[in-house]
């Protein structure tokens, strides 16, 4: 017999941690726990590429949804041709764990800044359900075995849609955002029957994921941001709790909760995006019939967007449809602060903190972290606000990363990772006076939010998954 010394039996029981904290790795959804963009552990790296501090790298199709970690899989989406793809790798060493593709139900148009994998799946430890525009919801067990599909769509969104699933309390929700006929679905996460679908009826386009906000210990209220409302429903059965007002570009990212306090963010402005229809027609409408056509657009920038405001699709825009889009983004927009309370219907004035109302960020979604609310956007420009009361604390440039930026901004270990579509990461130490300690150059496009899990970063470029960690200490 052999007896253990206590040094020996402290390294054992380190190990069992470490693993045990490794096989129960969680950032199941898009942006992680709840969407928080927040992961607990430590021991991030500061500097990172294609050739430092590299765990792994695996090629991959191409998707925009952001990878999702749950113990030892790492699971995401891509689309190549007719299939739509989900696939799983080994969190420890990138090696491809299985594959498994279906072939699309039609073809869904989208604007060409989206594709059809879009969308995050979900996970939790029995398996993985993703959604693709063009099929509806489909669900694997961890081998890879399909366990059930709901059929969705098709949809009428000229941007393509790209809300992402949750998993929750049994349930699967996804929140579909159109031009008409939006909705919120619940089905049950074991065998993908419906437990219940609740109308948007004033809900137009958006591409937002909804959260869990816990105001009460047995209350579970599911947020959902639209791009003209903020709604709660409970969770269990998709009936309306409260609502309130609020004007945005295009709801995206997700809200955030935080006590009894939930924030959004959302891009607006206090005048119309676009001319007068009279002005327009002046400038555009070469026949004198008194409506635009495509045709009429040809050669502008405006024609790429036609579509958004063409809502029948008669490639002819008429002036009721051209001052519902000039009404677009107008109303309260902006950083919210928002405590609801027990309130039922809508909202009173009262219920909202603060407002900040300052040109920021459309894409990406808004972080909150060790005290401080951070926001990216276009042109590397970050902004920081006091939670608590809505004052600027920083804003400020990442020098080095000005371009555009789609994914949102994640963090851990004290630190915030800023990931541009050039292929750019910055990090920044955390804190009210945040500072730039690094920008990480991947070589290639980002469009996909970065997951964090014990200390290890996965980044989704275009063409490859990538796996860093800090490199060990000598």
């Keep these: 017999m052999v007896r253990k010394s206590k040094h020996t039996s402290l390294f054992v029981l380190l190990v069992t941690i470490v693993i045990c904290g490794r096989a129960n790795a969680q950032w199941s959804q898009f942006r992680g726990p709840n969407g928080s963009g927040v992961d607990s552990s430590a021991g ?51 090696r491809e764990l299985w594959r498994r593709d279906v072939k699309r139900e039609r073809v869904q148009g989208a604007y060409k800044a989206n594709d059809p994998a879009s969308p995050t799946p979900a996970a939790d430890a029995s398996g993985v359900v993703a959604f693709f525009p063009e099929l509806g919801l489909i669900s694997y067990d961890n081998s890879g075995k399909e366990r059930w ?34 909705f919120v679905i619940a089905l049950d996460r074991a065998t993908g029957r419906l437990r219940w679908k609740t109308d948007r009826a ?3 386009i958006g591409w937002s994921t909804p959260i869990i906000f816990r105001p009460e210990a047995n209350r579970a209220d599911l947020i959902v941001l639209g791009s003209t409302r903020l709604d709660a429903y409970d969770l269990t059965s998709g009936v309306s709790r409260w609502w309130m007002p609020l004007a945005s570009d295009g709801s995206m990212g997700v809200p955030l909760a935080h006590g009894d306090t939930l924030m959004v963010s959302t891009s607006g402005s206090n005048e119309p995006m676009l001319a007068t229809f009279a002005a327009t027609l002046a400038k555009y409408d070469k026949d004198k019939d008194g409506r635009l056509s495509l045709e009429e657009f040809r050669g502008d920038e405006m024609g790429e967007h036609f579509g958004w405001i063409d809502e029948n699709d008669d490639k002819m825009i008429v002036a009721a ?40 960020p459309y894409i ?29 604390l920083k804003q400020g440039r990442s020098p080095n990363a000005l371009g555009e930026y789609y994914a949102s901004p994640v963090a851990a270990d004290g630190k915030v990772f800023l990931a541009n579509t050039e292929g750019k990461i910055t990090v920044l130490k955390a804190g009210a006076e945040w500072e730039v300690l690094s920008v990480n150059e991947m070589g290639d496009e980002i469009s996909a939010t970065p997951a964090l899990s014990n200390g290890r970063i996965y980044v989704r470029t275009r063409s490859t998954m990538y796996c860093f960690n800090a490199a060990p200490k000598p």
């Design 321 to 360: 449809e051209w001052e519902k889009a000039r009404g677009y983004g107008l109303g309260e927009w902006g950083a919210i602060a928002v405590r609801p309370g027990n309130a039922r219907g809508q909202l009173a004035a009262s219920a909202v903190r603060w407002r900040v109302q300052k040109n920021l």
């Design 44 to 94: 991030y790296p500061v500097e990172f590429s294609p050739t430092q501090n590299v765990a792994w790298k695996a090629t991959i199709p191409y998707g925009q949804s952001s990878p999702i970690v749950v113990g030892t899989r790492l699971y995401s989406t891509a689309s190549e041709g007719e299939r739509l793809i989900t696939f799983c790798l080994d969190t420890r060493t990138g």
């Design 149 to 182: 599909r709901y059929g969705l769509g098709p949809f009428k969104n000229f941007y393509g849609m790209s809300g992402s699933p949750i998993i929750a309390g049994g349930l699967v929700v996804l929140v579909c955002d159109q031009v008409s006929g939006s």
């Design 202 to 204: 004033s809900a137009s």
């Design 364 to 392: 990406s979604a808004p972080l909150l972290y060790q005290g401080v609310y951070y926001m990216v956007k276009s042109g590397g420009i970050i902004t920081s606000l006091d939670p608590a009361t809505g004052k600027m």
